[in-house]
Structure formats: structure tokens, C-alpha cells
């Protein structure tokens, strides 16, 4: 990892920086797809999967026996971790749910809002060498708490843990299709898949694109994405075995993902380099996780706040905070997306099983986007009821403030009700 010791605050910005993509040449690749989609339905899709998967698909739908048949090609201790994990996440994101208040904001008039779940929503899993069944418990879950009424998911992947998870989850009807093809088919909905009004789930930079371009003509999305990241600020305190680990997690996503250390220690930064060389070596996805941690950073600063004021620049995806007084930095960090407090509370706790959701905003937009949950997967309908009472307390500063703005009708709708109560 490429050490710098002690840059300038002038420096910040662009050492931060992420990769810039060529984003316009991706969008002119992925546009002839959705419009495809969009006029030609199955056909296009049927050709898409030919050209670039190598496969033909007569029927999209997997059946109900092959996802039934996939609980019997696990092992019953994957099913035991898939099933206790689906419990955490369960438990966690029910307590976001929000019975309505009603609110009277002056005598007469009551106000309250009341959540209800997106009727039809729809999960992308990519295919590749890591069969993201993890994901599928992390849509699944918040959008089955929330109430949506239909939940698709598409994904070029058939492996069982993924069929698996989504039955667990409830999800209504799986399609074998990948790419920018299926969020295509899912935006406009074709004669075999129906129309969704989100979309959800992590791809690569096609999927990525397609989601942003649809976003333009109104299709909802959960978020921008880009390449996973973690930031890891660490002091004397933290074990550089334990953040080394986290580190190559991290990296083992694929050779684009961002790894970022923070610290005041020289001693601490040289032993965790020491034991990123020393597990790397040890690791399946070496050569992956070997082009990321080229490409990462670690980098000294004076103090704590300085380390603190940089984090809240750089605004990580994940944040593992590996200090003596966590709690306390915790709650001076405004830019993140998922916060990992001490040395026993690895980030791949909550990628799988602690209850906290992994899709979470990446490339810096934690400063201003959440990760998913429930309320991912509602839209918030506000009520109003206003009584006799309550129309003559509140009328005349709505007849004044409608006459100001030049509002005739708006006006009168008051005055009418007003003047049948007084006469």
C-alpha cells in the first residue's frame, strides 16, 4: 500500500479522489440496449443473452420446482448461517417500522403521515465468481417488512444459495437475465417480465450506467453505486492483523475496489503493510485483491481530528473505526455509510449477518444518501383532517397568504366553507 505521511489539507481533495470513469462512453454503449428493450421485449432479450452470455433462453421464469430444489443443494450448515442471518437482519430493520401519528397542529386540524410499501419492486443480482446471495437477504428482508406487494429479481446467476434466499425472502418471481438487458426489462417491463417502479442491487459498471440513464426518465433507483470501499482509522489500539483482514476483504471485491487507512502511528502502519504482504499471499482471490491494494492508500496525519476532518472528506462506503475511544470519534463522523466501532466488529459482520444492510452509497455520496432500509422500500402519504373548528381557526391566514400570491380559487375554497358556518 502506497504510504504518504503528512500531506498538506490542499492535498486532501485530490488524494481522495476516486477513479474518474468515462461514464459518457459506458451510457453510449448501454443506450441501444434499453431502447432495444424498450421497442422489441423478449426478442431483445433473447438476442442479449446469446451475444453476451453465450446462452439461449426459450423460458426467462425460473420455475417454482428448480427454486424448491435448491434447499436440497446446500449444506445444511450454509442453510443454518443463511437462516440465522436472515433472523438479525429481520430484527433489525422491523424496528424501523412507523406506526402513524397524528399530529393536531392547532385545534381542529390533525395531520399525520402513513408509510406504504412500493407495490411492485425489483432486485438485480449479478452473476460472476461471488454468487451475491448475501444481497438478496439485504433487499429481500427490508422490502418484505415494508409490505411490497410484488418483488422480482433477475440475475444471470443459477447458483441455489441465491434461489434459496429469495424464497426465504418471499420474492414472487425469479428470471434468469443479467445485465443492462434486465434492468432495461424491469424498467419497461416486456411480455414476460413485469414492470417495477424501483429497481435495487449492485452490477457492474453497465448495470451501474443503465440504472442512472432510467433514473432520467423517472424510474426510481436505491442509489448511484461504484466500486466497494473501506476506510479504516486505526491507532496503537487496533490489531494490524485485524485491520490488515479487513483491508483485503475489502480488496478481494475486484481490482477497482478503494481501500483507505487513516492513522497517527508510524509503528502501527508499518506492521499492518507487514500483514497485508504476509495474508495476501494466503488468499484465493489473490490477484484481485492485489491490484486494489496497489492502488490503495495509507495515509499519516498529525492528530486525531485531522484524521477525523479527512474520513469526513472522503465520506467511505464503511467505516471501521479501530481506536481506543470509538464511541466517542463515532459521534463526530457526518460522512459515512456503515460504521464499524473497535477491533472485534470486521465490516464482513455487516456484509452478512449482524442485522445493519449492506447496500450501502459508495464513491462519496454517503454525504448526502443513506444506505437501504425499509423506508428504501415506502413512500411516505400524508393525511389531513380539519374540523368545523379547525377550518375557522386556520382559515383566515390561509385567505391571506392565497390573496397574496395572487390565488383567487385557492382563496374562495376557504372562504365558501368559512361563510356556511358563520351565516
Not at 433472523?87 to 422491523?94: D, G, K, R
Not at 466500486?227 to 475486484?254: K, N, R, T, Y
Request: charged share 20%; hydrophobic share 40%.
Amino acid at each position: 500500500m502506497n504510504i504518504i505521511s503528512f500531506p498538506q489539507r490542499s492535498e486532501w481533495k485530490n488524494l481522495l479522489a476516486r477513479p474518474v470513469k468515462e461514464m459518457a462512453e459506458i451510457e453510449q454503449k448501454v443506450l441501444p440496449i434499453l431502447q432495444k428493450v424498450k421497442h422489441e421485449g423478449d426478442s431483445a432479450l433473447k438476442e442479449f443473452a446469446l451475444k453476451f452470455d453465450k446462452v439461449e433462453l426459450n423460458n426467462f421464469q425460473v420455475s417454482q420446482q428448480e427454486i424448491d430444489a435448491a434447499e436440497g443443494l446446500l449444506s445444511f450448515e450454509l442453510k443454518e448461517a443463511i437462516g440465522q442471518a436472515y433472523n438479525n437482519i429481520y430484527t433489525f430493520h422491523q424496528s424501523q417500522k412507523q406506526s402513524p401519528e397524528v399530529i393536531e397542529t392547532m385545534a381542529g386540524v390533525k395531520c399525520w403521515r402513513k408509510s406504504v410499501g412500493i407495490q411492485k419492486v425489483g432486485f438485480y443480482i449479478p452473476g460472476g465468481t461471488a454468487p451475491l446471495f448475501s444481497t438478496v437477504l439485504m433487499l429481500g428482508v427490508p422490502a418484505q417488512i415494508a409490505g411490497c406487494e410484488e418483488r422480482i429479481l433477475c440475475s444471470p446467476s443459477n447458483h441455489p444459495a441465491i434461489y434459496y434466499a429469495a424464497k426465504l425472502v418471499g420474492i414472487t418471481k425469479v428470471y434468469r437475465i443479467g445485465g443492462a438487458q434486465a434492468i432495461a426489462a424491469m424498467a419497461y417491463g416486456t411480455e414476460s417480465i413485469p414492470q417495477v417502479y424501483k429497481i435495487f442491487g449492485p452490477g457492474n459498471q453497465y448495470v451501474t450506467a443503465a440504472k442512472q440513464l432510467l433514473s432520467k426518465e423517472g424510474v426510481a433507483i436505491d442509489m448511484p453505486a461504484g466500486p466497494s470501499e473501506v476506510a479504516v482509522m486505526a491507532d496503537d489500539f487496533a490489531i494490524p492483523s485485524f485491520v490488515a483482514s479487513d483491508l483485503l476483504s475489502q480488496a478481494e471485491h475486484g481490482a477497482d475496489s478503494q481501500v483507505l487507512l487513516v492513522s497517527t502511528s508510524k509503528k502501527f502502519v508499518s506492521a499492518v503493510n507487514l500483514a497485508v504482504s504476509g495474508q495476501l499471499n494466503r488468499l484465493p482471490r489473490k490477484d484481485l485483491a492485489s491490484k486494489a491494494i496497489e492502488n490503495s492508500k495509507i495515509i499519516l496525519l498529525d492528530n486525531e481530528q485531522d484524521c477525523i476532518d479527512l474520513i469526513n472528506e472522503y465520506a467511505p462506503e464503511h467505516l471501521i473505526l479501530a481506536v481506543e475511544n470509538y464511541n466517542e470519534v463515532g459521534e463526530k463522523i457526518i460522512n459515512a455509510g456503515s460504521i464499524f466501532l473497535g477491533n472485534y466488529t470486521p465490516e464482513s459482520c455487516g456484509d452478512y449477518a449482524s442485522g445493519t444492510n449492506h447496500t450501502l452509497p459508495t464513491n462519496g455520496y454517503a454525504r448526502a444518501y443513506s444506505g437501504v432500509s425499509v423506508d428504501s422500500f415506502v413512500k411516505k402519504i400524508t393525511f389531513q383532517e380539519i374540523s368545523k373548528e379547525g377550518i375557522l381557526n386556520i382559515g383566515r391566514t390561509v385567505e391571506l397568504m392565497a390573496e397574496a400570491e395572487s390565488l383567487e380559487a385557492h382563496k374562495r375554497a376557504v372562504s365558501l366553507r368559512m361563510e356556511s358556518l358563520t351565516n
